[in-house]
């Protein structure tokens, strides 16, 4: 575990709100230099607080407008790997993504779809197809809160 100071927890607090920030950008709004504030974000990349930068797509803006989490059971008979099932699934590309979890269900999937339709048509041919898919059961999102998380 990295220890972290104030300055520290800011520039991951900037960097989480927008990563396309530069470093000069970010170095004025924390009052550092750039080369400061870039030695600041090499060190927190190159010891795993910083695991990469990703591109959050407006998916309602693309045409998908509905998102079902699915709780997943695999069949009991006949039982594939988890490898098999988990690269099955990882080809649908509604699938956003794939959770192994402990509990209730094997697995946790969120799967996007343009409308209801569109999500029924990849439930029973795609989802319902999956070697060794057992229950299903399926919640549709409704809203979303994007929470800070654990840097406040």
């Not at 972290?4 to 927890?9: A, E, H, I, P, V």
């Not at 098999?84 to 959770?99: C, G, K, L, N, W």
């Not at 029924?120 to 409704?142: D, W």
Request: charged share 30%.
């Amino acid at each position: 575990m990295i220890e972290l100071d104030t300055t520290d927890r800011a520039l991951l607090r900037a960097l989480r709100d927008d990563a396309t920030q530069t470093a000069a950008e970010l170095g004025r709004a924390l009052g550092l230099s750039q080369p400061a504030t870039w030695r600041r974000v090499k060190r927190l990349t190159e010891a795993g607080a910083i695991a990469g930068r990703r591109l959050v797509l407006d998916r309602e803006a693309l045409g998908f407008g509905v998102t079902v989490f699915l709780g997943v059971k695999l069949a009991g008979k006949g039982r594939p790997s988890l490898q098999d099932f988990e690269r099955a699934v990882s080809a649908i590309p509604e699938v956003q993504t794939v959770e192994h979890v402990l509990g209730l269900y094997d697995y946790r999937l969120r799967v996007t779809a343009r409308d209801l339709p569109d999500f029924e048509r990849v439930l029973r041919r795609r989802i319902m197809a999956l070697p060794g898919i057992g229950s299903v059961e399926a919640n549709v999102l409704l809203s979303e809160e994007r929470l800070p998380g654990p840097l406040g």
